[in-house]
């Protein structure tokens, strides 16, 4: 059997569930990633323990295991990083915070920035490597987490500090500096919204890192109180938002003490990201 007759076995079984061209992109990039075969026409004869990978990584998508999750690889900002089941994928909207920050301070100035809840390390990592300038500061509740957050560091060769650390029991006074930006993509999913959640989101991400409990604004509070003490004259705090509760968060960060508070929509018209800067 050639790759293309393999491949074009697995579009098939995919574009039962997919619409054919996306089925047609996944088996490209199972292709691409699994046996360094970069055409679905491809005539090379595959081996049985290939066919044998091919269908098992295509049962799994079927079954809601994401592909970035099969491949170990997710892009973010022009950037490639290694992902598992330890850490969100990165998405889209957060890339737009991420250049949310990049166009408000100068990528010449020594700017110092914490990222709260890093996860896979995209953010501080797309920062460091864009701003060299930039000293990044990161921590994360989970230590499988950090694993995967210093390995991307390591592999796009910038210095990021990285601090196993809970929030939720942190204050100011355990960070060793003041922060010219302070960032969160924090759990903000209550458990009232399980109904509307994907399916392979919930089978295979880390519910750890989606899912703030019965409170799901928990983490915005206590974010924005440790960022008022933590930021500098003119500093700034950006959060990526739960649409629901846009308004309830640019209240928390106004009752804190924010004055300048903006918040924005991402591509797809949703409330996405805010911005609370001090006066």
């Not at 598992?84 to 890339?95: F, G």
């Amino acid at each position: 059997m050639t790759f293309a007759e393999a491949f074009s076995d697995s579009i098939e079984l995919l574009a039962a569930t997919f619409d054919r061209r996306e089925a047609e992109n996944i088996v490209r990039i199972l292709g691409e990633d699994f046996f360094q075969v970069y055409s679905l026409h491809s005539q090379k004869n595959i081996s049985d323990d290939q066919y044998a990978l091919l269908c098992s990584a295509s049962e799994k998508i079927l079954e809601g295991i994401p592909l970035q999750y099969l491949t170990n690889r997710a892009d973010f900002m022009g950037l490639e990083f290694y992902v598992n089941e330890n850490v969100l994928i990165p998405r889209p909207e957060t890339e737009e915070l991420t250049d949310w920050i990049m166009k408000t301070f100068p990528k010449d100035l020594p700017v110092r920035i914490l990222d709260i809840g890093t996860g896979s390390g995209c953010i501080p990592i797309s920062l460091s490597k864009y701003a060299p300038a930039w000293k990044l500061d990161a921590i994360d509740i989970s230590a499988p987490a950090l694993e995967v957050a210093e390995e991307n560091a390591r592999q796009h060769h910038v210095k990021v500090n990285f601090t196993q650390k809970d929030i939720l029991t942190a204050s100011a006074d355990d960070f060793n500096h003041k922060y010219d930006a302070i960032v969160s993509n924090p759990p903000y999913i209550g458990f009232d919204e399980l109904d509307k959640m994907d399916n392979h989101v919930l089978k295979s991400e880390p519910r750890i890192a989606l899912f703030a409990g019965e409170d799901p604004l928990v983490f915005y509070r206590k974010i924005a109180s440790c960022a008022k003490d933590l930021l500098k004259t003119n500093g700034c705090l950006f959060f990526e938002l739960n649409p629901l509760y846009a308004e309830e968060i640019k209240e928390i960060c106004r009752n804190v003490g924010f004055t300048l508070v903006e918040v924005k929509k991402d591509m797809q018209g949703n409330l996405r990201m805010i911005k609370c800067c001090n006066s």
